[in-house]
Protein backbone atom coordinates (compact mmCIF):
# COMPACT_ATOMS: atom_id res chain seq x y z
CA UNK A 1 0.00 0.00 0.00
CA UNK A 2 0.87 3.63 -0.05
CA UNK A 3 1.39 5.35 3.20
CA UNK A 4 2.97 9.28 4.08
CA UNK A 5 3.54 10.04 7.86
CA UNK A 6 4.11 13.61 9.51
CA UNK A 7 3.64 14.62 12.95
CA UNK A 8 0.24 16.06 13.41
CA UNK A 9 1.25 19.14 15.27
CA UNK A 10 3.91 21.28 16.05
CA UNK A 11 4.28 24.30 17.53
CA UNK A 12 7.27 27.04 17.54
CA UNK A 13 8.34 30.26 18.00
CA UNK A 14 8.76 33.80 15.98
CA UNK A 15 11.74 34.13 14.58
CA UNK A 16 13.04 30.70 15.00
CA UNK A 17 13.10 27.62 12.68
CA UNK A 18 11.16 24.70 12.48
CA UNK A 19 11.75 21.00 10.64
CA UNK A 20 8.53 19.22 9.33
CA UNK A 21 9.44 15.32 8.60
CA UNK A 22 7.63 13.27 6.29
CA UNK A 23 8.57 9.69 5.60
CA UNK A 24 6.80 7.72 2.87
CA UNK A 25 6.51 4.18 1.88
CA UNK A 26 4.71 4.72 -1.48
CA UNK A 27 5.26 2.52 -4.91
CA UNK A 28 6.58 3.79 -8.22
CA UNK A 29 7.89 7.62 -6.49
CA UNK A 30 7.96 9.87 -9.12
CA UNK A 31 8.44 13.23 -7.03
CA UNK A 32 7.56 14.78 -3.45
CA UNK A 33 5.88 18.08 -3.06
CA UNK A 34 5.06 20.32 -0.11
CA UNK A 35 1.87 22.19 0.01
CA UNK A 36 1.19 25.18 2.56
CA UNK A 37 -2.99 25.41 3.95
CA UNK A 38 -4.16 27.76 5.93
CA UNK A 39 -7.03 27.01 8.06
CA UNK A 40 -9.95 27.43 5.66
CA UNK A 41 -8.30 27.73 2.45
CA UNK A 42 -6.82 26.01 -0.26
CA UNK A 43 -3.37 24.15 -0.33
CA UNK A 44 -0.91 26.34 -2.05
CA UNK A 45 2.62 25.12 -4.00
CA UNK A 46 5.71 25.21 -1.74
CA UNK A 47 8.62 23.10 -2.74
CA UNK A 48 9.27 20.07 -4.52
CA UNK A 49 12.24 17.55 -5.17
CA UNK A 50 12.26 14.44 -7.27
CA UNK A 51 16.39 13.69 -6.82
CA UNK A 52 17.95 13.47 -3.57
CA UNK A 53 19.32 16.85 -1.79
CA UNK A 54 18.25 20.18 -0.81
CA UNK A 55 16.54 22.80 -2.40
CA UNK A 56 16.13 26.57 -1.27
CA UNK A 57 13.16 28.66 -1.73
CA UNK A 58 14.04 32.14 0.33
CA UNK A 59 12.68 30.80 3.57
CA UNK A 60 11.83 27.64 2.54
CA UNK A 61 14.25 24.65 2.03
CA UNK A 62 13.23 20.75 1.49
CA UNK A 63 15.33 17.76 1.72
CA UNK A 64 15.05 14.28 0.03
CA UNK A 65 16.33 11.16 0.33
CA UNK A 66 15.01 8.57 -1.86
CA UNK A 67 16.81 5.32 0.03
CA UNK A 68 14.91 6.43 3.41
CA UNK A 69 11.82 7.43 2.07
CA UNK A 70 12.23 10.72 3.86
CA UNK A 71 11.91 14.19 3.21
CA UNK A 72 11.65 17.14 5.56
CA UNK A 73 11.16 20.98 5.19
CA UNK A 74 12.64 23.82 7.03
CA UNK A 75 11.01 27.30 7.45
CA UNK A 76 13.26 29.62 8.76
CA UNK A 77 12.67 33.09 10.58
CA UNK A 78 9.23 31.81 11.23
CA UNK A 79 7.12 34.53 11.17
CA UNK A 80 2.64 34.50 12.71
CA UNK A 81 1.75 34.02 8.77
CA UNK A 82 3.28 30.60 8.61
CA UNK A 83 0.86 29.06 11.07
CA UNK A 84 -0.54 26.87 8.81
CA UNK A 85 -0.72 22.54 8.07
CA UNK A 86 1.78 21.75 5.76
CA UNK A 87 1.19 18.65 3.67
CA UNK A 88 3.84 16.79 1.79
CA UNK A 89 2.62 14.73 -1.10
CA UNK A 90 3.92 12.31 -3.50
CA UNK A 91 3.58 11.51 -6.81
CA UNK A 92 3.48 7.98 -7.59
CA UNK A 93 3.81 6.35 -10.86
CA UNK A 94 1.62 2.99 -11.10
CA UNK A 95 3.50 0.14 -11.74
CA UNK A 96 0.32 -1.41 -13.75
CA UNK A 97 0.55 1.65 -15.95
CA UNK A 98 -1.71 4.75 -15.85
CA UNK A 99 -1.06 8.45 -14.89
CA UNK A 100 0.77 10.17 -12.26
CA UNK A 101 -1.48 10.68 -9.10
CA UNK A 102 -0.72 12.49 -5.97
CA UNK A 103 -0.82 10.47 -2.28
CA UNK A 104 -1.36 13.02 0.81
CA UNK A 105 -0.06 12.79 4.06
CA UNK A 106 -2.62 13.95 6.70
CA UNK A 107 -0.50 17.17 7.31
CA UNK A 108 1.27 19.14 9.96
CA UNK A 109 -0.32 21.89 12.13
CA UNK A 110 1.94 24.01 12.66
CA UNK A 111 1.28 26.77 15.67
CA UNK A 112 3.72 30.11 15.60
CA UNK A 113 3.26 31.57 18.83
CA UNK A 114 5.59 35.17 19.80
CA UNK B 1 -7.01 35.06 -14.34
CA UNK B 2 -9.43 33.57 -11.69
CA UNK B 3 -7.40 30.45 -11.92
CA UNK B 4 -9.39 27.40 -10.12
CA UNK B 5 -12.99 28.45 -9.11
CA UNK B 6 -15.63 26.29 -7.68
CA UNK B 7 -19.32 26.39 -7.34
CA UNK B 8 -21.17 26.46 -5.20
CA UNK B 9 -18.95 27.63 -1.99
CA UNK B 10 -21.14 25.67 0.78
CA UNK B 11 -24.04 23.27 0.60
CA UNK B 12 -26.04 21.59 3.07
CA UNK B 13 -27.96 18.09 1.53
CA UNK B 14 -30.32 15.57 3.58
CA UNK B 15 -29.66 12.30 2.96
CA UNK B 16 -30.83 11.07 -0.31
CA UNK B 17 -30.76 14.28 -1.69
CA UNK B 18 -28.24 14.66 -5.07
CA UNK B 19 -25.98 17.51 -6.34
CA UNK B 20 -23.59 18.59 -8.87
CA UNK B 21 -19.96 20.43 -7.66
CA UNK B 22 -18.86 22.40 -10.39
CA UNK B 23 -15.01 23.19 -10.92
CA UNK B 24 -13.86 25.98 -13.61
CA UNK B 25 -10.08 26.11 -14.86
CA UNK B 26 -8.87 29.38 -17.30
CA UNK B 27 -5.48 28.05 -16.96
CA UNK B 28 -5.45 25.63 -20.14
CA UNK B 29 -4.48 22.80 -18.14
CA UNK B 30 -5.17 19.35 -19.20
CA UNK B 31 -5.67 17.52 -16.41
CA UNK B 32 -8.06 18.08 -13.82
CA UNK B 33 -8.99 16.40 -10.09
CA UNK B 34 -11.71 16.01 -7.56
CA UNK B 35 -10.38 15.22 -3.87
CA UNK B 36 -12.05 15.29 -0.66
CA UNK B 37 -10.80 16.29 2.55
CA UNK B 38 -11.21 15.14 5.96
CA UNK B 39 -10.37 16.11 9.81
CA UNK B 40 -7.15 14.31 9.86
CA UNK B 41 -6.74 12.82 6.97
CA UNK B 42 -5.08 13.56 3.52
CA UNK B 43 -6.56 14.89 0.62
CA UNK B 44 -8.20 11.87 -0.91
CA UNK B 45 -8.58 11.39 -4.67
CA UNK B 46 -12.21 10.82 -6.01
CA UNK B 47 -11.82 10.87 -9.42
CA UNK B 48 -9.65 12.25 -12.27
CA UNK B 49 -9.37 13.39 -15.95
CA UNK B 50 -6.68 13.80 -18.47
CA UNK B 51 -8.72 15.52 -20.88
CA UNK B 52 -11.79 16.28 -22.29
CA UNK B 53 -14.04 13.58 -22.64
CA UNK B 54 -12.04 11.54 -20.34
CA UNK B 55 -12.36 10.46 -16.57
CA UNK B 56 -10.86 8.00 -14.16
CA UNK B 57 -11.14 6.93 -10.38
CA UNK B 58 -9.26 7.34 -7.95
CA UNK B 59 -8.77 6.32 -4.30
CA UNK B 60 -12.25 6.88 -2.97
CA UNK B 61 -15.15 7.02 -6.38
CA UNK B 62 -17.46 4.77 -4.89
CA UNK B 63 -20.79 7.16 -4.52
CA UNK B 64 -19.40 9.60 -6.74
CA UNK B 65 -19.92 10.32 -10.20
CA UNK B 66 -17.74 13.11 -12.66
CA UNK B 67 -18.26 14.36 -16.13
CA UNK B 68 -15.56 16.51 -18.17
CA UNK B 69 -17.33 17.64 -21.48
CA UNK B 70 -15.42 21.27 -21.77
CA UNK B 71 -11.97 21.30 -21.01
CA UNK B 72 -12.12 23.98 -18.44
CA UNK B 73 -14.96 22.83 -16.54
CA UNK B 74 -15.10 19.49 -14.13
CA UNK B 75 -18.15 17.92 -12.48
CA UNK B 76 -18.92 15.85 -9.54
CA UNK B 77 -21.95 14.50 -9.47
CA UNK B 78 -23.60 12.92 -5.97
CA UNK B 79 -26.43 10.82 -6.67
CA UNK B 80 -27.93 10.01 -3.64
CA UNK B 81 -25.84 11.81 -0.97
CA UNK B 82 -25.11 10.10 2.61
CA UNK B 83 -23.67 11.70 5.65
CA UNK B 84 -20.00 9.92 5.11
CA UNK B 85 -20.19 12.24 2.04
CA UNK B 86 -19.80 14.93 4.51
CA UNK B 87 -16.57 16.78 4.30
CA UNK B 88 -14.47 19.54 2.08
CA UNK B 89 -14.39 19.11 -1.57
CA UNK B 90 -10.98 20.50 -3.48
CA UNK B 91 -10.98 20.57 -7.32
CA UNK B 92 -7.68 20.94 -8.85
CA UNK B 93 -5.76 21.50 -12.04
CA UNK B 94 -2.77 20.68 -13.76
CA UNK B 95 -0.63 20.34 -17.12
CA UNK B 96 1.76 17.28 -16.84
CA UNK B 97 4.81 19.93 -18.49
CA UNK B 98 7.72 18.42 -17.81
CA UNK B 99 7.61 15.97 -14.59
CA UNK B 100 9.49 14.95 -12.86
CA UNK B 101 12.07 17.03 -13.81
CA UNK B 102 9.81 19.98 -13.30
CA UNK B 103 7.09 20.09 -10.66
CA UNK B 104 3.45 19.50 -12.45
CA UNK B 105 1.92 21.81 -9.99
CA UNK B 106 -1.50 21.32 -8.97
CA UNK B 107 -3.69 24.50 -8.78
CA UNK B 108 -6.62 24.16 -6.01
CA UNK B 109 -9.86 25.88 -5.79
CA UNK B 110 -11.16 27.73 -2.61
CA UNK B 111 -12.93 24.40 -1.49
CA UNK B 112 -16.80 23.39 -0.98
CA UNK B 113 -17.71 22.66 2.37
CA UNK B 114 -20.50 20.16 1.99
CA UNK B 115 -23.04 18.60 4.81
CA UNK B 116 -24.94 16.15 4.62
CA UNK B 117 -27.74 15.49 7.13
Known amino acids: GQNIDQPTEMTATEGAIVQINCTYQ??????LFWYQQHAGEAPTFLSYNVLDGLEEKGRFSSFLSRSKGYSYLLLKELQMKDSASYLC???????????????FGAGTRLAVHP | NAGVTQTPKFRVLKTGQSMTLLCAQD?????MYWYRQDPGMGLRLIHY???????AKGEVPDGYNVSRLKKQNFLLGLESAAPSQTSVYFC????????????????FGPGTRLTVL
Open chain 2, 49 to 55: SVGEGTT
Open chain 1, 89 to 103: AVRVVPLSGGYNKLI
Open chain 1, 26 to 31: TSGFNG
Open chain 2, 27 to 31: MNHEY
Open chain 2, 92 to 107: ASTTPGLAPFKPDTQY
